[in-house]
Structure formats: C-alpha cells, structure tokens
C-alpha cells in the first residue's frame, strides 16, 4: 500500500515512515510541504492514502488548502485523505472532518487506530 | 213752610257755601262772609267789584261764557272755577248758577282738596296712560274715567257699557278677557291680563288690565280696576322676542337669554330662552328684579350687586356683570350679562337691555385648560430634559425652557414670540432622522429614535427622542409631542459594555489560541518522543537506535524550550531580584546572540549580517537576560522570514549619547498596525489560528520587552506588511 505523508517536521516525518514500514508491504513517500505533495501526487498515481499535516511551515501553504487542491484533482478521486495534526483542541476534530478529511489523528498519533483504519482501506481493495 | 228771613240770614252766613249775588257782567251785587277768604274785599266793600278779575285766566272765559249763555229755564251746575286769592293762593269752586230777573245767583263748595288729588290723579293717569274703571255686577253699570276713553279714542260724552268695552278686543279673545270678569265674581279673586285691542279709530294698542274685587257681605259689590296701555313696552319686548329669535339663530349652540329691565318700574322681562334656561315660570313676560336676585348663588350675590350698581353709574352706556345662578337641574352655572343702559336726561339709567350668557362650560373649560397647561408644563419641565410640542406643519407651539434657551443661544429665536419650525433651528445633521420621525409620527406612528448631540460646551449627549403623535377629539393628528430623554448615561455605559464584550471576547479567541499553540508546540515534540520510544522498544541494530535516540534528543529539546519559556514568563517577576548587574561590551554580547542564530538562518538560506560599532559604550546589564530577550527576537525575525536577509546592527546616535541602540531587521512577512501594539501580549501570535504557520508559543517577544524594560531600555518596532521589520531595543549607555 503506497501511502503519501505530507509533514514539513522531519522527526515526524522519519518517525513515521518507520512506523507504518513495519509491514513491509507498505510504502511511505514523504513530502515537507504541499506544493511537493501536489508534485508527487501526479507522477505517482498509485496511491492508497494521503496523510496531512495541517501547520506545514513558514509561508507555506496549509493542510486544508491542500486537501481542496487534492479534492480538485481527478488522479486522488477515490484515495482517502487523513488529517495528522497536533492541533487538538475540542472542537478541532470536527472542523477537519467539515474541511474534508476522511478521518482525523491527533499528535502524538494513536497508532492502534491508524493501523485499523488502514487495514479498512485494504479490505476493500 | 219756608224760611224766615232771620233764619236765612243765619244761614247764608254759616254755611261752608260761597254765596253770591251778581248782575249779568260778573259784578257783585252782594256775597257772604264767606267769600271774604277768596276775594281780597270784606262783605260791605263786594258790591260793583268784578268776579271775573280774580279767576285764573284760563277760567275767566269760561265764567264770560257761562255768564251769557244763562237763561232763566237753563240754569248750570258742577262748573269748577279757580280764583286766585290775596296770598296767592288757588281755591277752586264748584258753582251752581241760578238766573232770576236779571240777576245770577251763585252757590259755590269749595273742591281745592279734592281737585288737587284728582288733578294729579288726573296727570299720573295721562302719564302712565292708565285708566281706572269699575263696574257694579248687580247693576251691569261700567264706569269708565277719562283716561279709559282716551285710550280707546273714545268721545267722553258716550256712555260705556260692558258690551261696548268688550267689542275693543278682538272677537278670538272676547269670551276670554268676559270671562276673566265673570270668574272674578263667582271666586273673589283679582286678575290681571294682557290684550290686544283696536281702538275706535282702528289703532292696535296692547293694554294690560287689572281687576280687583270689592266685598260687602262677602259677595262681590263692585270691581275696580285699570287698564294700561302698554304697547310700547310690549312693542319692545315683541323688538326683543324677535331679536331674541335672530339671535338664537345666529348664535345657535350658545347658551344666552335677553332680558329687558325696567329700572323704575323694578320689572324685568325675561326672554323665552332666558326663562327656559333658568327654569323661570314661562307664561310671566314680567318679574320683580328680586325674584332673580335669590336666584345668585350666596357667595357671589354681594360682589355682584356692587358691580350692578356700579355698572348703572358709570359712565357711557355698557353693562357688564357675571354670578353664578341656580340652575333648573339644580347646582349652579356661571354666567354673564353684557347690557345696554339706556339713560334719560338726568343721565340716570332707567332701562337696562341685557343677554345672560351660560359660561360655565366655558367656565370649566378654562380651568380644565388651566389645569392641563400646568399639567403639561410639570411634565414639560419635570419630565424629559427637552420636550417640544409642534404642529403638523413642524412649527413649534410650546417648548420647555432648556429647549428655548438652546434655540435662543443657537438660532437668536424666541419660537414662542416668533413663529418658527422646528427643523430651522436644529443642527444640520439632525434635520434628516428629524424629517424621517416626523413624517411617520404625522401618520399616526410613535416613533423612537436615538440621536448623539454635541452641547455648545462640547460635551457628547445622547438623546431618545419620542415622537408622539396627539389626537384631537375627530381622531385627526393636531401635533406631535417630541419628548426627548437624556440616555447619555445608558449609551455610554452601553458602548462600555459593547467594548469590554469584545475585548472579552477578543481575550477569549487569544486564551483558545494561546491554549491551541501550547497545545500544538507541545504535541509537536511530543509526537517524536513517543513515536520514537514505541520504535526503540522494537529496534535491535545499534545504528538504527542511535539515529532514534539523535531525533528523541531533539525533539526533547523543542518540548523543553517551550516549557522553559513558559517558566520564564511566569518567573519574571522574581527574575527582578536576582538580577546580575555587570558592565557589558554590547558589540560582544550582541555578536554571540548573532552567532547562536547564524546556523538556523543558513538553513533557511537567508542573508545573516551583524554591523558593530567599535565607539559602542559598555552598558551596566544584566548580560544573561539581555541574551535571551535579543535572542527571542533574532529567533522572532528569522522565523518570519522565508527569504531574504536579517540584518543585526549595533550603534550609537551623536545626538543621543546616552544610548546604545540595537536593530534587528528583516524582511519577513511583517505586521498589520493594529496588531503590533497586541504582538508584546504574552501568548499572542500575530496570526491566529488555523492560518497560523509558525511554530513557536508567542510567549517569546513579550518577555523580551519586559527582560528590555527591567534592564532600563526599550523595544520599539517599526512594521510594513510584506515588507518586513525592524525591532530597535535601545539601552543606557554606561558614561
């Protein structure tokens, strides 16, 4: 399964990365920012999973604004989105979900789920 | 058997007759003693003196006529002659006159006293142009005097009968006018009337005739009476009934009644509608003044019959009085009479025409008026701090003082003296929400509006004014009652509360961002920490670990950071006591800080430079705190910059010698003006929420401004969005 993280904090990112690679049948692609996300995203059009990060650095453009370039975009028709974010104050969950996220993680990410909610995606493949 | 000489000679001279003996020329032939107290002669000296000489001289020609026209068969009697005495004085005689052989003999009774009263009689008759009758039942005989012919123009020589007086009154009112007389007999009552009559030569008179009976053995023996002629007065009251009937058409509505008083005769006519109005018996034209008199009510009775006689004194011919009368309803009215005097010659008033006006709805009126004006000028004055009555046209009827100062200051009108509207003396602003309030109070709507005026003192009012729109008795708007209320108080503490409500508000959103970036910076690390504890636990290869213990390092040391911050705030307040005060070499102290950043604005591929200034004073610090105060916005500057160049300078101005300055410039994203004064708020990020794109707690540049503020200097930032900024912190100079 081909899983695109977008997270500008490259510890998050590594940590990541080893964390879902554990099955060896999953592959991370790690993009620090949006822009590059939208880059990987055409030229890699096997995808199963996109996970954001919302506050994605300096200047940059954010998570949500990205899930509505990806919304936009016929290659993602299909492939869930999911919110990773250390924004987690009430109410916060919510209002990702009306942005557009399929699910939402709060940092530090409950990994249990995570993996549950993959394992979903890959049943109805 | 006849007299003897003797006896006759005695009786001649005691008798109370005047006795004479005259020739056919009025010359004494011989008199008795008796006419000595007429003539200025005794008895011896009478004979060849004229009679004639001493009547007044109106009779002397009758007594010349009289004398001739005797003649032996005709004697005369009842001839009334007046002789003038020596003392002047007048004694009339009633004198029989008997001719024989030549010679008149005279038998005269002396009438003075008798003729003098009927004289009068006589003149009072002519006068009042009453005459007196009277008329014996048992016999049918009619007595009629002189006057009673004169006013039907009747010969004094034809004898009168009850049919004959009948036959003057009109055939409708003959068997009432007989049968007043009959009704007299049978019930001994005395009657009075007044009718019409036609004279013998056609001429309509109005007479008023009273009877009287005269009783012997309680049966009615005879009947006295008068008749008056009356018709001029009745003319005038016919004058005033008709008058009376314009009048009350004229002035329908208006409750009056005319009266007609007739001050010598102490008779009042009243009008039908003056009787009407006060309850007075309608079939009596006339009263006695004192009849109405006990009609006025106590109180007033005395003051108002001192201005009647004032009234019947003064000069000019107007009348003018007021009382109140009893009603017929009961209670009493007020009312008042304007008259006409008429005077005679004395200039005494002898006849008064008047018209009784009811006021007393007036009356009531005026003092409810009276009262409602109080009223209003209570509240008007009590009630709201401007309040102006105008009319639907705008112009102002009344106003309370406060308003009227106002407009006089303002305008230099008087509304109340000069007609003006009210839109011409109010501020130009106000004219607008004015016309708008007034147009819809026009139509029947109360309308509420709030306007903010400035006093001429310049201080801020807030007024509600009111519009209430006033109803008059047909339901059509007369004017309109602006009342304005003084809610300057309400409003402000209003705009008061609406202020601290959004800075409440506001305090609210930045405690949510303040708690959601903690939140954030905290999670942030924490994510690594955890993450990576969970990978250590199943990593094995020693390589692998120490990578894993490299990113657990440094994302401990963010999460320390924050929290380090955190403390730093909270504990500056004690910092203060345990300041460590050292001269310090700026240039040195702000080229480490520079040195501290350079590695993170390489990263960021940013144009890092430092100017120093050798001349730099040392400055008498606390170096540590200043390092973390100039470092906090070194960080600050590069975390908002994504490209360009942060330039860190120190320097000192010739003009300020005892100050060191020292910038931080960068050509970052900038702050909006408003939002720099909130930027040293602890916790504030200058952008909030989701579109916050940098890391950092917020805690960072108000603890610089307080580190900067406790060593003596100052912070001060100079902002283009876009464009970037410039923190200037300046510090005394050491001298």
Redesign the interface.
């Known amino acids: 399964m081909n899983v695109l993280y977008v997270e500008d904090n490259k510890i998050n990112a590594i940590v990541m990365d080893r964390m879902l690679s554990k099955d060896t049948s999953n592959t991370v692609i790690i993009a620090q920012n949006a822009i590059q996300a939208l880059k990987l995203v055409t030229r890699q059009p096997i995808l199963d999973l996109i996970l954001v990060d919302i506050n994605l650095g300096v200047d940059q453009m954010d998570g949500c604004e990205l899930l509505q370039k990806l919304r936009r975009l016929d290659i993602t028709t299909g492939i869930p989105v999911f919110a990773v974010t250390a924004y987690a104050m009430p109410g916060d969950a919510k209002r990702f979900k009306k942005v557009g996220f399929d699910q939402y993680f709060a940092k530090p990410v409950n990994f249990e789920k995570l993996f549950q909610s993959i394992d979903k995606i890959k049943l109805k493949k | 058997m006849a007299f003897t000489v003797s006896e006759f000679e005695i009786l001649a001279e005691k008798t109370l007759l005047f006795l004479m003996v005259i020739d056919k020329d009025g010359k004494l032939i011989t008199m008795n003693q008796r006419c000595e107290t007429i003539f200025p002669f005794s008895k011896k000296e009478a004979r060849g003196k004229s009679i004639i000489a001493f009547l007044i001289d109106e009779d002397a020609s009758v007594m010349r006529q009289t004398l001739s026209s005797l003649t032996e068969e005709n004697s005369k009697q009842n001839i009334r002659f007046r002789f003038v005495t020596k003392d002047k004085a007048l004694v009339s005689l009633k004198i029989d006159f008997v001719l024989n052989t030549q010679v008149i003999y005279i038998t005269g009774i002396d009438t003075t006293e008798e003729d003098k009263e009927h004289a009068s009689l006589i003149t009072l008759s002519k006068l009042t142009k009453t005459g007196a009758w009277h008329f014996n039942p048992k016999t049918e005989e009619l007595y009629w005097s002189k006057e009673c012919y004169h006013l039907h123009n009747l010969d004094t020589s034809i004898p009168i009968t009850r049919a004959k007086g009948a036959s003057y009154y009109p055939e409708s009112s003959r068997a009432h006018v007989e049968h007043y007389l009959d009704t007299l007999i049978t019930t001994k009552n005395p009657y009075e009337y007044t009718e019409k009559i036609t004279t013998e030569n056609g001429t309509e008179k109005w007479v008023k005739v009273i009877g009287n009976p005269v009783l012997h053995d309680d049966e009615v023996v005879f009947v006295n009476g008068t008749i008056a002629d009356i018709t001029e007065r009745h003319l005038d009251v016919e004058k005033l009934k008709s008058n009376e009937e314009t009048k009350h058409l004229a002035l329908k509505g208006i409750r009056s009644g005319l009266f007609d008083h007739h001050i010598e005769e102490n008779e009042v006519f009243y009008s039908h509608d003056f009787r009407k109005m006060l309850g007075l018996p309608l079939d009596i034209d006339f009263m006695p003044e004192e009849t109405f008199r006990t009609m006025i009510h106590p109180d007033d009775a005395e003051d108002a019959l001192k201005r009647h006689y004032e009234n019947l004194e003064k000069d000019g011919n107007h009348y003018l009085n007021h009382y109140r009368l009893k009603h017929l309803e009961g209670g009493y009215r007020h009312y008042e009479v304007y008259g006409y005097r008429k005077k005679n010659e004395e200039n005494k008033t002898t006849r008064m025409i008047g018209n009784l006006i009811d006021i007393h709805q007036k009356k009531i009126n005026e003092k409810t008026i009276a009262e409602n004006k109080n009223k209003l000028e209570a509240i008007v004055n009590n009630g709201f701090v401007y309040t102006i009555l105008v009319d639907t046209k705008g112009v102002i009827l009344m106003a309370d003082q406060n308003s009227l100062d106002i407009i006089k200051h303002d305008y230099d009108v008087n509304p109340i003296e000069t007609e003006c509207r009210f839109i011409d003396v109010m501020p130009v602003n106000f004219k607008n929400i004015f016309a708008h309030g007034f147009n819809r109070a026009c139509q029947g709507e109360l309308v509420r509006k709030e306007v903010e005026r400035v006093t001429h003192k310049g201080a801020v009012q807030w007024l509600e004014v009111k519009y209430t729109p006033i109803v008059d008795t047909t339901k059509i708007i007369s004017t309109v009652l602006l009342s304005f209320h003084d809610i300057t108080e309400r409003k402000l503490a209003e705009l008061a509360t609406k202020e601290a409500h959004i800075r409440a508000h506001e305090l609210n959103d930045i405690k ?1 961002n303040i ?2 970036n903690l ?6 690390p ?7 504890s ?2 250590l636990l ?1 990593e094995d290869q020693p390589s692998e670990r120490k990578k894993l213990l490299k ?1 657990l390092e ?2 401990k040391d963010r999460l320390l950071m924050t929290i380090n911050n955190l403390s730093n705030f909270s504990e500056s307040e004690t910092i203060k006591e345990y300041l460590n005060y050292s001269n310090t070499d700026m240039n040195y102290c702000v080229e480490t800080s520079y040195r501290a950043y350079r590695h993170i604005a390489n990263t960021k591929k940013l144009q890092y430079d430092l100017k120093l200034d050798e001349s730099c004073p040392t400055a008498h610090i606390d170096s540590d705190i200043f390092s973390t105060a100039l470092n906090n916005i070194i960080h600050n500057a590069i ?2 910059t ?1 490209k360009g160049s942060i330039t860190i300078a120190v320097f000192t101005k010739p003009s300020k010698p005892k100050n060191i300055y020292i910038t931080v410039e960068d050509t970052g ?1 900038g702050i909006q003006k408003k939002n720099i004064s909130k930027i040293f708020d602890p916790f504030v990020q200058e952008s909030f929420g ?6 950092g707690t917020g805690i960072g540049l108000s603890l610089s401004k307080k580190y900067i503020e406790i060593l003596g200097g100052r912070i001060k930032i100079k902002s283009k969005v876009k464009k970037g900024t410039v923190f200037t912190i300046t510090i005394p100079a050491l001298l």
Do not use: A, F, Q, V
């Not at chain 2, 939140?519 to 942030?524: A, F, K, L, Q």
């Not at chain 2, 924490?526 to 990576?532: A, C, F, H, Y």
């Not at chain 2, 989701?690 to 890391?695: A, F, I, N, V």
């Open positions: 949510s708690l959601s939140s954030h910076e905290i999670r942030t924490l994510n690594g920490i955890m993450t990576i969970d990978l199943h990113y440094e994302s975390k908002y994504p994203i989701l579109s916050r794109k940098y890391e």
